[in-house]
């Protein structure tokens, strides 16, 4: 993990130690967040491998979010949120995704808050995976 991004202490702050990670550019900040995660892909498949689930996003462009609602049942939230992705991709292409995430985050022993599954396409139409 990156020694200059502390992992949240409440589920509210999960969203922006997203955005803060997301913008840095670096991977391992973002793996950080994770751990034992699955992410729900655009074509509605469930991404397990960390690797593959950073490759689902779409990194080195700029991340808006903000939590809309957060509700929690112990060690376990739901976090739903807007979000925006904007900017060039690899091909010169601009680039500009967003959506309304239902994301699940779950505390750990060490009293962070990481993603159990990140949804970031929420009640959206998927393809059959």
Request: net charge negative; charged share 25%.
């Amino acid at each position: 993990m990156s020694e200059s991004y502390s992992l949240p202490t409440e589920p509210e702050g999960v969203i922006p130690s997203l955005v803060e990670r997301f913008n840095s550019g670096e991977v391992s900040a973002l793996k950080s967040l994770y751990e034992g995660a699955v992410l729900v892909a655009d074509d509605g498949r469930t991404v397990t491998d960390p690797a593959e689930i950073m490759a689902e996003l779409h990194l080195g462009l700029r991340l808006e979010a903000s939590a809309r609602h957060v509700f929690v049942a112990g060690d376990t939230a739901q976090i739903v949120a807007d979000w925006a992705v904007d900017g060039t991709g690899p091909d010169g292409k601009h680039v500009h995704v967003e959506g309304t995430a239902s994301d699940t985050v779950r505390r750990g022993a060490d009293g962070h808050w990481r993603y159990l599954i990140d949804n970031r396409l929420g009640t959206a139409v998927r393809q059959a995976a």
